[in-house]
């Protein structure tokens, strides 16, 4: 992570956001062979809505207990952490351009608009500044599953049922956030669903296996995608090898060898090119991502699948 964007949040906290406008936004998505297209419509608030959405969005921005760190494809938990990103590697600038065209998008006039929408954003802007704030809507915003929810108040000492026809159930969560081209998340996985990361996850895979043919690494690198297919832990894998690139390092490379010969660790290697199979594959993954690690304390040997490097 570069200190710009350390400093970017902090001078974000430091905003008054008094005069900042909030706008609310649904954006629908469609599917077309893995390739997601976005629209977006534009809800009209009241004033005590839109205030409650601008509170959403500053008191996570606001919040100095987060600790920042790099998104990655294999993280752990993150309770108190903010992972960042530069926005132009997600799908954040095609929803957002989309924003950006104003009125020219459709408003909001009839309640069945509503209904099918993927995920919400609230945008606040001031001057030439914009934060835009998403958050995935999960529940109840289709007819089929409103059909079988009951909206009950409990009045009176008794429940009784509201009778509402045209409900739309939001929570004022918000699962990430973009500003000066970064995007901080705070739910990763929310941060993943909303912009299809299995595709592009698919994607870095088909890359690497190409390279590892280019680089000769497989016997077999055929082999290695029908093992990994679409397993998503082993996408994770292979799109976490890809940005290490260790791989690409012949030196590298050569050590790997030299050290599985040396520890046993059996990976099976001839002419020089790594033989792919069913019992190896986890092993394989995680030599090239660099995971299996010695403690300089005890010398005790880990597979690591999630690790941060000490500068």
Do not use: C
Not at 2 to 9: A, D, P, Y
Not at 202 to 214: I, T
Not at 228 to 245: D, F, P
């Amino acid at each position: 992570m570069t200190t710009n964007v350390k400093q970017t949040l902090q001078t974000l906290r430091t905003s008054d956001f008094k005069h900042w406008v909030t706008t609310f936004w649904l954006v629908k998505r469609k599917l077309s062979q893995q390739q997601a297209k976005y629209s977006v419509l534009k809800v009209d608030t009241d004033s005590k809505l839109e205030l409650k959405l601008k509170n959403a969005v500053t008191e996570k921005i606001l919040d100095q207990d987060y600790q920042l760190d790099d998104y990655d494809f294999l993280t752990a938990d993150q309770d108190k952490g903010l992972l960042t990103i530069a926005s132009s590697d997600t799908d954040v600038m095609l929803i957002q351009a989309e924003i950006e065209k104003g009125t020219a998008n459709a408003k909001v006039e009839q309640y069945e608009q509503l209904l099918d929408a993927w995920a919400m954003v609230i945008k606040l802007e001031h001057q030439d500044k914009a934060i835009y704030a998403y958050r995935k809507i999960n529940k109840f915003n289709n007819a089929t599953r409103l059909s079988h929810v009951s909206f009950i108040q409990f009045k009176d000492q008794e429940l009784k049922d509201l009778d509402e026809k045209e409900i739309f159930t939001i929570d004022t969560q918000v699962d990430f956030f973009t500003y000066d081209g970064t995007t901080f998340i705070a739910n990763k996985k929310e941060f993943e669903s909303t912009l299809n990361f299995r595709a592009g996850m698919e994607k870095n895979r088909d890359v690497v296996l190409q390279e590892f043919v280019d680089l000769k690494i497989f016997s077999d690198a055929a082999l290695l995608k029908e093992h990994i297919g679409a397993n998503l832990n082993y996408l994770r894998k292979v799109s976490s090898i890809q940005k290490s690139g260790y791989y690409k390092d012949a030196k590298f490379m050569e050590e790997l060898v030299k050290v599985n010969q040396l520890k046993n660790w059996g990976l099976q290697v001839e002419n020089g090119a790594i033989v792919i199979n069913e019992t190896s594959i986890d092993l394989v993954l995680t030599l090239l991502n660099n995971g299996r690690l010695e403690s300089p304390i005890n010398h005790e040997i880990f597979d690591a699948a999630v690790k941060k490097k000490v500068s």
